[in-house]
Nanobody
Framework: QLQLVESGGGLVQPGGSLRLSCAAS????????IGWFRQAPGKEREGVSCISSGGGSTNYADSVKGRFTISRDHAKNTVYLQMNSLKPEDTAVYYC????????????????????WGQGTQVTVSS
């Protein structure tokens, strides 16, 4: 059974940083594109960043470009989201999700494409 577990969320002041982790158990992430999504109260889930299965391609929402960096460590079977210069509007529950895809597939961050989801981790940016 595919299982994804997010960690690293918390409370941070504006301008601060957090690193989220998405760890897999029961399967290897090597063959999966991974997406980070977020959902704020009263808003729809939105794609934040995605990475191809091989790690060679990444995609970012305009709102996070230049501030967030997605990466993956195949040896640790984990995908990371480094979030810098955080803003209050980044406050949301962050989810990671997996989609089995060839390494040549450009990662499109559409939630409906991803079939396996974690439970989410809360990120709160507030002074």
């Amino acid at each position: 059974q595919l299982q994804l577990v997010e960690s690293g969320g918390g409370l941070v002041q504006p301008g601060g940083s957090l690193r989220l982790s998405c760890a897999a158990s029961g399967f290897t992430l090597h063959y999966y594109a991974i997406g980070w999504f977020r959902q704020a109260p009263g808003k729809e889930r939105e794609g934040v960043s995605c990475i191809s299965s091989g790690g060679g391609s990444t995609n970012y929402a305009d709102s996070v470009k230049g501030r967030f960096t997605i990466s993956r460590d195949h040896a640790k079977n984990t995908v990371y989201l480094q979030m810098n210069s955080l803003k209050p509007e980044d406050t949301a529950v962050y989810y990671c999700a997996a989609l089995k895809a060839d390494s040549s597939w450009f990662p499109v961050c559409l939630a409906g494409l991803f079939g396996s989801w974690g439970q989410g981790t809360q990120v709160t940016v507030s002074s």
